[in-house]
T-cell receptor, first 111, second 111 residues
C-alpha cells in the first residue's frame, strides 16, 4: 500500500543547514509536498515539487527528488529558531483523491 | 483569496457526549474537502473526504461521521464520544489539483 516514511526528530544549531529526509512508495504521484506545522497550528504548505523535476529551490529551501530511489529531501539553509516545527512530507494517493502524509519530523533549532 | 475556518478552536467534552465540528471555506466554489485527525505523537490520518454536497467518502471505520450540507461547509460529528477520539482535527480543501490547504485545527479533549 501507499506509505510515506520520515525520521521523527532532527536537532540542529542556529545557522547550520537542516536536511529532512522522506521516502515514499507511490511512483505515480504527480506532486510531492512539504508542509510545516508550528505548535498548536494547522499545516502550512511550505513547498512542493513536480514529479518530473529533480530539484526545486525557493529562497532558503531546496527540495531534492530522487525518483529512482523514491526519496525526497528538504534542505533549509541558515536554519533559524523560527524554523522549529514539525515538517510533513506528503504524496498523492493512487486514486488522486487525497494526500498520504508521513508522521512528521520534529525540527529543533538551538541558539 | 481563499480562506478556511474551523470552529471551535478547542473543545473539552465528556465521554459519551455528542460532537459537532465545523469547517467552512471562503473564496472558492465546489472544493474537495477533507477531515484529518492528528493524534498526539502521530501523523495525520485521513478520516473523510467529500467531492460535493452530500458526497462523503470514509477512509477508516470509526465512531465519527461527516456531512456536507452546503458547498463550502463540512461537518464532523459523533453521537457518543470515546476517549480515543481525542486529538487535533484538521480540515483541508483543494480544487483542481492535489495541493491541500489546511485550516487552523480544532483541539478535542475527551475526558
Amino acid at each position: 500500500g501507499e506509505d510515506v516514511e520520515q525520521s521523527l526528530f532532527l536537532s540542529v544549531r542556529e545557522g547550520d543547514s537542516s536536511v529532512i529526509n522522506c521516502t515514499y512508495t507511490d511512483s505515480s504521484s504527480t506532486y510531492l509536498y512539504w508542509y510545516k506545522q508550528e505548535p498548536g497550528a494547522g499545516l502550512q504548505l511550505l513547498t512542493y515539487i513536480f514529479s518530473n523535476m529533480d530539484m526545486k529551490q525557493d529562497q532558503r529551501l531546496t527540495v531534492l527528488l530522487n525518483k529512482k530511489d523514491k526519496h525526497l529531501s528538504l534542505r533549509i539553509a541558515d536554519t533559524q529558531t523560527g524554523d522549529s516545527a514539525i515538517y510533513f512530507c506528503a504524496e498523492s494517493n493512487h486514486a488522486g483523491t487525497a494526500l498520504i502524509f508521513g508522521k512528521g519530523t520534529t525540527l529543533s533549532v538551538s541558539s | 483569496s481563499q480562506t478556511i475556518h474551523q470552529w471551535p478552536a478547542t473543545l473539552v467534552q465528556p465521554v459519551g457526549s455528542p460532537l459537532s465540528l465545523e469547517c467552512t471555506v471562503e473564496g472558492t466554489s465546489n472544493p474537495n474537502l477533507y477531515w484529518y485527525r492528528q493524534a498526539a505523537g502521530r501523523g495525520l490520518q485521513l478520516l473523510f473526504y467529500s467531492v460535493g454536497i452530500g458526497q462523503i467518502s470514509s477512509e477508516v471505520p470509526q465512531n465519527l461521521s461527516a456531512s456536507r450540507p452546503q458547498d463550502r461547509q463540512f461537518i464532523l460529528s459523533s453521537k457518543k464520544l470515546l476517549l480515543s477520539d481525542s486529538g487535533f482535527y484538521l480540515c483541508a480543501w483543494t480544487r483542481g489539483s492535489d495541493t491541500q490547504y489546511f485550516g487552523p485545527g480544532t483541539r478535542l479533549t475527551v475526558l
